[in-house]
């Protein structure tokens, strides 16, 4: 249900069916490593561990959007195509993406460890969010882009999947087309 509310929101703040699904595509690597890392140590997916796994989604998903929104603002205002204004957003946005990355990572890492008391019980928190991070940051720097051309040509080939058109209402001259048949 979190993802699917996710997307709707994303849908309607990116105003495009397409885009969400580019943002939420660095979620299998993050799940993928939080189960990874959660089985290599031999815990079992509880309560705590599934915290881990709903904070992951919310960091990766983070990283995607400040990737992909870059992106389309350069793509939007300076007329590049999809490669260029990703690479782009990649090159800009790493710094800022490692550094909450690794933030959260720093911060989980005692959890994951085990360090005070009733570590143990906590531990599964650290490993999933510990281990998520660790691959999708891994993957989600490659795979992200790359999702994010395929889709805008998916896109441009479809005529654009998109909610709303705000920029169909006004169309040459600035009028709206109402006025530009009318006179």
């Not at 660095?26 to 881990?52: E, I, R, W």
């Not at 920029?167 to 040459?172: C, F, G, P």
């Amino acid at each position: 249900m979190a993802v699917l509310v996710i997307y709707i929101v994303l849908g309607i703040l990116y105003e495009s069916f397409i885009h969400p699904l580019t943002i939420l595509s660095g979620l299998p690597a993050a799940g993928f490593g939080a189960l990874a890392t959660l089985l290599l140590f031999h815990k079992d997916l509880d309560l705590y561990a599934f915290v881990g796994v709903i904070m992951l989604v919310g960091i990766v998903k983070k990283n995607a959007i400040m990737m992909i929104d870059f992106a389309l603002q350069a793509q939007r205002h300076e007329g590049k195509n999809a490669a260029d204004a990703i690479y782009e957003g990649s090159l800009i946005r790493f710094r800022p993406i490692m550094m909450t990355t690794m933030a959260a990572l720093m911060g989980t890492l005692p959890i994951a460890l085990g360090f005070g008391a009733g570590a143990e019980s906590r531990r599964a928190l650290g490993l999933a969010v510990v281990g998520g991070l660790v691959v999708s940051q891994l993957l989600t720097l490659y795979v992200t882009p790359v999702f994010y051309t395929y889709m805008d040509t998916l896109q441009t080939k479809f005529g654009g999947l998109r909610i709303f058109r705000r920029s169909d209402s006004r169309v040459a001259g600035g009028r709206p087309p109402e006025e530009q048949l009318a006179g």
